[in-house]
């Protein structure tokens, strides 16, 4: 009589199990929200598209948003009618349509300025009273010292083979913010790969004249020009490669040096991409905790 007892007792108890495990999944709407500095730039497109495609590949179920943290970029491509919302108004507006559980994913490459102020829109949206159940943030491209060397080993093999007399040089946006540091990090696993590679920055501490001296004593000809961002936006088309005569395809010219402009954006190089991606999938097993 007691075992017919607990058989009863142990199916209720599954099918309590069941259906309440059934209702929270129900009540749970999970969404994506993708941050970047944001591009006027045609050619920008295409790597947020690329971006776009790897996230809704990773996350077949999960609707995804996009928001762009640079207000003079939003400014302007509002004149040309493209209306891009600024992270704190997309989470607002996902707040408003009933999702319960969001990722904000930093499409950013080091966790400088923009990262720390997407932390703290994220730290006040996780405080918020009526707001969102679980909401957790993505890092950067360029997070932990794995990464860093990560991104060389997936960057390496789709660069163009480079013979003796060739460099690559990669134009990092760089910062007065601490994480400036990345890219002497970056430098020095570019260098560990091949004595070819090069980076300096427009923004931060590592400058151009600083790199001059290795790429005379490798008697280095031709320099192929890439930007380390996102994108291949202003930065890429005017201080890289532009007509200026300060850009660094100017400069370089002027030294002696062949430069071939090697305009690809990271988000545009599916191997990089998916760093970014998998950082979003460990921030999204962070909505678990
Ligand atoms: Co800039």
């Known amino acids: 009589m007691s075992y017919y007892f607990s058989f009863i007792f142990s199916l209720f108890f599954l099918f309590f199990s069941l259906f309440s495990g059934q209702t929270l999944a129900q009540t749970a709407k999970q969404g994506i929200l993708l941050v970047t500095f944001g591009s006027s730039y045609?050619?920008?497109?295409?790597?947020?598209?690329?971006?776009?495609?790897k996230v809704k590949k990773a996350f077949p179920r999960t609707p995804v948003y996009w928001a762009y943290t640079s207000k003079k970029i939003r400014n302007k491509l509002a004149k040309e009618g493209k209306q891009i919302d600024s992270p704190p108004l997309a989470?607002?507006?996902?707040?408003?349509q009933g999702f319960s559980e969001v990722v904000v994913q930093s499409l950013h490459v080091i966790p400088g300025e923009e990262f720390d102020y997407l932390k703290q829109i994220v730290n006040r949206f996780a405080h918020l009273p009526k707001g969102f159940k679980k909401i957790s943030l993505g890092k950067p491209l360029l997070y932990s010292s794995k990464d860093v060397k990560e991104v060389?080993?997936?960057?390496?093999?789709?660069?163009?083979?480079?013979?003796?007399e060739e460099a690559f040089l990669f134009m990092g946006h760089g910062t007065?913010?601490?994480?400036?540091?990345?890219?002497?990090?970056?430098?020095?696993?570019l260098q560990n790969k091949d004595k070819r590679l090069?980076?300096?920055?427009?923004?931060?501490?590592?400058?151009?004249?600083?790199?001059?001296?290795?790429?005379?004593?490798?008697?280095?000809?031709?320099?192929?020009?890439?930007?380390f961002m996102s994108v291949a936006g202003d930065h890429a088309h005017n201080d890289l490669a532009g007509k200026e005569e300060d850009s660094w395809a100017s400069t370089l010219t002027k030294l002696g040096f062949e430069c071939?402009?090697?305009?690809k954006?990271?988000?545009?190089?599916?191997?990089?991409?998916?760093?970014w991606v998998k950082?979003?999938?460990q921030a999204y097993k962070e909505l678990d905790n």
């Open 152 to 164: 060389v080993k997936k960057l390496y093999p789709v660069l163009p083979k480079l013979n003796k």
């Open 176 to 189: 007065e913010h601490p994480a400036d540091v990345y890219y002497a990090g970056l430098n020095y696993w």
């Open 91 to 96: 989470l607002a507006k996902m707040l408003e």
């Open 279 to 281: 950082h979003l999938q």
């Open 42 to 53: 045609q050619q920008a497109e295409k790597a947020y598209e690329l971006i776009d495609q």
């Open 265 to 275: 954006g990271l988000g545009e190089i599916e191997s990089v991409v998916d760093i």
């Open 198 to 227: 090069f980076l300096a920055t427009v923004e931060g501490s590592i400058e151009l004249e600083d790199i001059l001296p290795d790429l005379r004593k490798n008697k280095i000809k031709r320099i192929y020009l890439m930007p």
């Open 260 to 263: 071939v402009p090697y305009l």
